[in-house]
Structure formats: C-alpha cells, structure tokens
C-alpha cells in the first residue's frame, strides 16, 4: 500500500507540472493581431522629437482625411468612391488611436489645431510656423485642405463631389506621404517609423486606385 501510494503522488506531480506547462504554452502563442500592435518596449523605450511631431501632425492630417471622407455618404454617386471613402475611415482611425497611444506614453500632449509647437520640435516639410505664437499652422501641412476647400466639397453631390472627392484625396495622400518619409528619415521609435512606411505604401496604392478611377469619370 506505501508503494502504491508513493508511486499515485508521483504521478500527481507529474500531471500538475505539465498541466502548468500547457498552461504557460497556450498563452505564449496567442494570436499575433498584426505588426503595429503597440508595446511598451518599442513605443515608449526610445524616440525623438521627429517621432512626437509625426504623431502630432499626422493625426491631424488623418482626422481631416476621415471627415473628407465622411461626407462621401449622401453625396458620392458613384459606388467605388464611397467604398474608398469607407475604406479610408475604417484605415485611418485606428491609426489615430495608435498615435494617441504613443503620444500619452511619451508624456507628450496630442495635437489640436493651432497648438504651440513643443520645445526642440520642427515642423514638418511644408508646415508653417507662426513667428508670433510659435504655433503650428495645420493648414499649411502638406495636403491639408483649407476650410474653403471643405466647404466646396461639402456643397458638392453626385458626379461633381466624386472629381473634388477624388482630386482633393490624392493631394491630401500625397501630403501624408510626404511626412512619413520625414518619419522614416528622421524618427527613432521603431513602431513609428513601422507606421510611416505602412503609410506610404498604403497610400501610394489609394492614390493609383484614385487616379484611374478619376479617369473614368
């Protein structure tokens, strides 16, 4: 019975390490929910003051991006031009949030239309800075559309909103790749410079997409 007994709380020991075992397997192989997943390590270990103001600036530029595209409901009349415009939000905003979750775990402010620029931080190519307030012209950004431009395609409909829609995009891309390039020379965060180099190749793809479908119109 002694020998019984030993050789039953063997076995027992035996089960619950490689139970303990599976149980560490299962959660090292979670699933991989894509390349730009922030990390601690990567996001807030090392950047630099290109990395804070491509996040500053090109959340701005993306949240322009997602009302432009936002009026495509109501107005486009043709079908591939508000799946772009869906297309554009459903891209664009998680990207915003990552940026925002950059920026708070650098301990740096989000950007906001007509913000100071911070302390070391240039402007980006194109980007005005007024000489007065030490602020940063977002209008000026490159691509960035002004509030004339706005409201000409927002009173735009049908055939007319989607050559605006599709002109003003393609400038508007162009501006973003512009300052990921920037981004990619100049920044130090491996996350942020992962995202500048998605922006490019995501955006030169729309921006060949937009420009035959221009062509069609």
Do not use: Y
């Not at 020998?3 to 192989?29: E, Q």
């Not at 055939?159 to 390039?181: P, R, V, Y």
């Amino acid at each position: 019975m002694k020998r019984h007994s030993i050789l039953a709380a063997a076995a027992l020991v035996t089960t619950l390490v490689l139970s303990a075992c599976g149980n560490d397997d299962s959660s090292s192989s979670a699933p991989d929910h894509g390349a730009m997943t922030m990390t601690p390590s990567s996001s807030a270990a090392a950047f630099n003051d290109a990395d804070v103001a491509f996040a500053q600036s090109m959340i701005v530029h993306h949240q322009q991006a997602i009302e432009m595209a936002s009026l495509a409901d109501g107005r486009a009349a043709a079908a591939d031009v508000k799946d772009l415009a869906s297309k554009i939000k459903s891209a664009q905003q998680p990207e915003i949030d990552m940026m925002n979750g950059w920026l708070t775990a650098w301990g740096k402010p989000a950007a906001m239309p007509g913000m100071s620029a911070m302390p070391g931080m240039s402007a980006m190519p194109g980007m005005s800075m007024s000489p007065d307030m030490g602020g940063m012209d977002h209008s000026s950004m490159p691509g960035m559309m002004s509030d004339a431009d706005m409201a000409k395609l927002s009173d735009a409909k049908g055939a007319a909103f989607d050559k605006q829609f599709l002109t003003m995009m393609i400038s508007h891309h162009e501006g973003a790749i512009q300052m990921a390039q920037q981004e990619s020379a100049q920044g130090s965060n491996p996350d942020a410079v992962a995202l500048a180099k998605k922006i490019v190749t995501d955006q030169q793809a729309e921006i060949t997409t937009m420009k035959a479908m221009l062509a069609d119109l």
